[in-house]
């Protein structure tokens, strides 16, 4: 009789985000990014835990290119010119890249902690988007004559994931709700940018990424406040706490007040902040 392969997909969601964290190559992560996210809403995925499937990677992993600076060391990114605009949507890939580990990181690295299955479905949904921001921005480089690795980029953003592997709230707070709400600031002025100078494409790229990125940090602001009821403590200056114990940027205005709200990211959670930490 025929026989039908299985993909190759590991058995439990622990082991696929694993898996994807320690990919090496761009094109696997994004694979196996997919093909996980399929198998976990085809109800085809247990779990799994730490103590079975392993523990996850201290970093992840990358192919040999792109060259990694210090942040203090990176270019301006600009949509001016044509090598301009092949920095700012390689420096978006990078961006892109380093959140699929974050998420799937995310994942699987706090499975020990008891939580309901709508967290992963959450969450799983935010690793398939971000797999598929970070091909649609190779797939604009492509267009321009150009692929992920060509230039420089920095290695700052999984400091934030070692700096708080060891407590979920804490990476909730800075990872979705610091990080990701950023986005939510810096984002609409580049879209306007792009279409400006006649980049329609970028335009659109970027369009699907900030619309993404509102339920991103919804989730992010549901989840830490789901944990701080869970602990009886009120989540903005629980907020407040992990952000000046953790986060080594500053949070500068201007905010992007309305989608930060619409995201659940009230005033009262970052403003207090602004001229503590900026």
């Given at each position: 009789?025929?026989?039908?392969?299985?993909?190759?997909?590991?058995?439990?969601?622990?082991?696929?985000?694993?898996?994807?964290?320690?990919?090496?190559?761009?094109s696997e992560k994004v694979r196996l990014a997919y093909g996980v996210s399929k198998a976990w809403f085809q109800r085809s995925l247990a779990l799994g835990s730490l103590s079975k499937d392993g523990d996850m990677p201290e970093r992840p992993g990358r192919p040999?290119?792109?060259?990694?600076?210090?942040?203090?060391?990176?270019?301006?990114?600009?949509?001016?010119?044509?090598?301009?605009?092949?920095?700012?949507?390689?420096?978006?890939?990078?961006?892109?890249?380093?959140?699929?580990?974050?998420?799937?990181?995310?994942?699987?690295?706090?499975?020990?902690?008891?939580?309901?299955?709508?967290?992963?479905?959450?969450?799983?949904?935010?690793?398939?988007?971000?797999?598929?921001?970070?091909?649609?921005?190779?797939?604009?480089?492509?267009?321009?004559?150009?692929?992920?690795?060509?230039?420089?980029?920095?290695?700052?953003?999984?400091?934030?994931?070692?700096?708080?592997?060891?407590?979920?709230?804490?990476?909730?707070?800075?990872?979705?709700?610091?990080?990701?709400?950023?986005?939510?600031?810096?984002?609409?002025?580049?879209?306007?940018?792009?279409?400006?100078?006649?980049?329609?494409?970028t335009a659109k790229c970027l369009d699907i990424i900030y619309r993404d990125e509102k339920n991103h940090v919804a989730f992010g602001?549901?989840?830490?406040?789901?944990?701080?009821?869970?602990?009886?403590?009120?989540?903005?200056?629980?907020?407040?706490?992990?952000?000046?114990?953790?986060?080594?940027?500053?949070?500068?205005?201007?905010?992007?007040?309305?989608?930060?709200?619409?995201?659940?990211?009230?005033?009262?959670?970052?403003?207090?902040?602004?001229?503590?930490?900026?």
């Amino acid at each position: 009789m025929p026989t039908t392969e299985k993909p190759d997909i590991p058995e439990s969601l622990v082991a696929g985000a694993r898996a994807i964290v320690a990919a090496q190559e761009t094109s696997e992560k994004v694979r196996l990014a997919y093909g996980v996210s399929k198998a976990w809403f085809q109800r085809s995925l247990a779990l799994g835990s730490l103590s079975k499937d392993g523990d996850m990677p201290e970093r992840p992993g990358r192919p040999p290119n792109p060259t990694l600076l210090a942040p203090r060391d990176m270019p301006k990114r600009s949509l001016t010119g044509k090598a301009g605009r092949l920095a700012l949507i390689h420096s978006l890939a990078h961006i892109e890249l380093n959140a699929v580990d974050l998420t799937w990181d995310l994942i699987g690295r706090f499975a020990y902690v008891r939580l309901p299955r709508s967290y992963y479905d959450d969450w799983v949904r935010v690793g398939l988007e971000e797999a598929k921001h970070f091909a649609m921005l190779q797939d604009r480089l492509s267009r321009l004559d150009a692929t992920y690795g060509d230039l420089p980029a920095h290695d700052g953003l999984w400091q934030a994931a070692q700096d708080t592997g060891h407590d979920l709230a804490a990476r909730l707070a800075i990872i979705p709700l610091v990080l990701e709400a950023r986005g939510l600031d810096i984002t609409p002025p580049m879209i306007e940018k792009a279409r400006q100078i006649g980049d329609e494409d970028t335009a659109k790229c970027l369009d699907i990424i900030y619309r993404d990125e509102k339920n991103h940090v919804a989730f992010g602001a549901k989840w830490f406040r789901f944990l701080c009821d869970r602990q009886g403590i009120r989540a903005e200056p629980a907020f407040h706490a992990y952000v000046r114990r953790h986060f080594r940027g500053a949070l500068k205005p201007p905010f992007n007040d309305r989608a930060r709200s619409e995201a659940g990211l009230t005033p009262g959670f970052y403003k207090p902040l602004a001229p503590l930490v900026g």
